[in-house]
């Protein structure tokens, strides 16, 4: 995709801090880390949202997923993580190309979303 920002740091037209990085899939530093661990695990190919996910792309995800332990680790989130994908506007979604969270660091994270609506 053209203008998609995570697909121009696939091309290499904006630079980022590589973590891991293979044919398929690749993982880089959030910008705006919000935990002492903050990497993003992409595939390299361009699915919006998990909204646009179909059958063809179930092995790139799992693979996304599947090293995010072992990334997780090397970066110094040993004793844990968390994970998130946002999907959308209720989701709070901001870059349109599928990406994982991978959040966390020597200390305990926040608890999970706290519902503060009607
Ligand atoms: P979201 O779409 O809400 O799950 O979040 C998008 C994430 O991408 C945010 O945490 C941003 O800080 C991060 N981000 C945006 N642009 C860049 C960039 N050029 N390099 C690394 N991370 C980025
Ligand atoms: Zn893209």
């Known amino acids: 995709m053209e203008n998609c920002i995570f697909c121009k740091i696939v091309r290499g037209e904006i630079p980022s801090k590589k973590v891991y990085e293979d044919d398929e899939i690749l993982a880089f530093h959030d910008i705006q880390p919000v935990a002492p661990v903050h990497f993003l695990v992409i595939p390299k190919l361009h699915i919006s949202s ?3 996910v179909e ?3 179930q ?3 799992g693979k996304c ?3 995010a332990g ?3 680790r090397e ?3 040993a004793d844990g ?3 998130i994908i946002n999907t959308g506007r209720v989701g709070r979604q901001e870059v349109y190309h599928v990406h994982i969270h991978i959040i966390g660091g020597p200390q305990t994270l926040p608890p999970m979303i706290v519902w503060r609506g009607q």
């Open 50 to 52: 998990l909204f646009e």
């Open 55 to 57: 059958p063809g792309h």
């Open 59 to 61: 092995a790139v995800l």
């Open 65 to 67: 997923l599947a090293v």
């Open 70 to 72: 072992k990334l997780a």
């Open 75 to 77: 970066q110094g989130a």
């Open 81 to 83: 993580f968390r994970t």
